[in-house]
């Protein structure tokens, strides 16, 4: 009998665990629906769990798809203190970028920017999983309805920093344009400011991938030896040189003009890719 009873509460369990399973998968992918339609949309929260999930997935598979990570400057990036945050600023080579930063803030509290473009098919509920917010490239109105739900979000959920691309675009030679660096990092930190009180400022980072095969890992080696293939964005990589400039701060009655931070923005990341 008690046998009997022990089997039916864990096939309950089970019926439970699975009913929970499939709610949480339908709400994400209600959410990613609502993502990939709506330019600024912001998901209600992100969870504990995708930070954790994509902080491990990053961990592990930096060893694999870019081998070797050489990190500088981390110290400039200093999350102790609460009300000091940051607009994450790297340079925007390859649409996985984010996996090389998220693998640098752990599973801190964080969202990021995403092209609606690419939030297509089973991308749509794993970045809204991940707490991205989309936005239309193309359209102006989109763009700053976007920068609206970014503040908002900042708002609301205090702690949390933010990742955008600067240059608001791929740059496949990963060369740096004045041109291409626009305003839209100071205008959300600024308004951030404004909104929370916390301390914002934009942090620059530069990510250069290493292309040279005589870079590459012992593990990476072994694997081309066994004939396993891998790459990472259409090409294989030898590692990854990650280095993060002092910085930026942004205050919510900032004197300088949009112009003049985005310039120093530029000159840092220029100082980053040129090692000086």
Known sequence: MSETILTAVWAGAAIILAIGIFLYCRYWSKQGANLSSQSGYVTPYVSVLSRLVLYLLSRLGAPYFFGRLYISGLQNMAFGNKRQRYIICPNHQFEHDVAVVSYLIGARRWRFLADMAQLRGWRAPWMAWLGVIPVETENLRARVASMNSVVTALEREPGTSFIIFPQGRLVK?????????????????????????????????????????????????LLAFCGIKREFCGRTVYGCRVQIAKPIPVKADEERSKDEIVDELFQAMTALQNGT
């Open 173 to 221: 030679d990963n060369s740096l344009a004045r041109k291409d660096f626009n305003t839209g990092p100071v205008i959300i930190a600024g308004r951030a400011a404004k909104a929370t009180g916390d301390n914002f400022a934009l942090l620059p980072m530069y990510i250069e991938y290493v292309t040279d095969p005589a870079k590459a890992s012992l593990g990476q080696r």
